[in-house]
Antibody
Framework: EVQLVESGGGLVQPGGSLRLSCEAS????????MTWVRQAPGKGLEWVAN????????YYVDSVKGRFTISRDNAKNSLYLQMNSLRAEDTAVYYC????????????WGPGTLVTVSS | QSALTQPASVSGSPGQSITISCTGT?????????VSWYQQHPGKAPKLMIY???KRPSGVSNRFSGSKSGNTASLTISGLQAEDEADYYC??????????FGGGTKLTVL
């Protein structure tokens, strides 16, 4: 059974930093693209970033470029999102997600972790 | 990276069929057969319902179907059931090698 469990969320002041982690199990982690998606309170889904199997390709939504960094450790079956220079508009539930094989969709989602940026 | 356009809300009675549209551009929906649809119940993570425009993952009811014409994709739910009441989001691969979601549609089962 595929399981994705996020951690690292919490309350942070504007301008601060936070590192999210996602521990994966139930599949061969090193064989799949992985993704972060966020959802602001009461709002829709927003794709944030993704990373390929060996970490050599990374893509970001324009609003986080230069501030967020996606990475992975295949030996630890873990995905990360380093978030710097946080803004109030980054407040959201952040979902770790696994992409499907040979296509561009998300087939499994974690339960999410809440990040609140506020003074 | 503009969001895909979905109606804010749709509704239908049990047993009826409804269709949710998802409009993009030739750089996303129209350019690739990589449209997917997600169902999200309140307080829960999204669930994949349709991928590659019209493919259903194992375990998803065949009451859910997808299609695409030009820059617009559609999700049809037939034989509406109370449990289908949820938010639905479309998504597409883009020419920038990113993913883009629609704004979401709230489905109400009357």
């Amino acid at each position: 059974e595929v399981q994705l469990v996020e951690s690292g969320g919490g309350l942070v002041q504007p301008g601060g930093s936070l590192r999210l982690s996602c521990e994966a199990s139930g599949f061969t982690f090193s064989s799949y693209w992985m993704t972060w998606v966020r959802q602001a309170p009461g709002k829709g889904l927003e794709w944030v970033a993704n990373i390929n199997q060996d970490g050599s390709e990374k893509y970001y939504v324009d609003s986080v470029k230069g501030r967020f960094t996606i990475s992975r450790d295949n030996a630890k079956n873990s995905l990360y999102l380093q978030m710097n220079s946080l803004r109030a508009e980054d407040t959201a539930v952040y979902y770790c997600a696994k992409e499907g094989s040979g296509s561009y969709h998300i087939d499994y989602w974690g339960p999410g972790t809440l990040v609140t940026v506020s003074s | 990276q503009s969001a895909l356009t979905q109606p804010a809300s749709v509704s239908g009675s049990p047993g009826q069929s409804i269709t949710i549209s998802c409009t993009g551009t030739s750089s996303d929906v129209g350019g690739y057969n990589y449209v997917s649809w997600y169902q999200q119940h309140p307080g829960k993570a999204p669930k994949l319902m349709i991928y590659d425009v019209s493919k259903r993952p194992s375990g998803v009811s065949n009451r859910f179907s997808g299609s695409k014409s030009g820059n617009t994709a559609s999700l049809t739910i037939s034989g509406l059931q109370a449990e289908d009441e949820a938010d639905y989001y479309c998504s597409s691969h883009t020419s920038s090698s990113t993913l883009v979601f629609g704004g979401g549609t709230k489905l109400t089962v009357l």
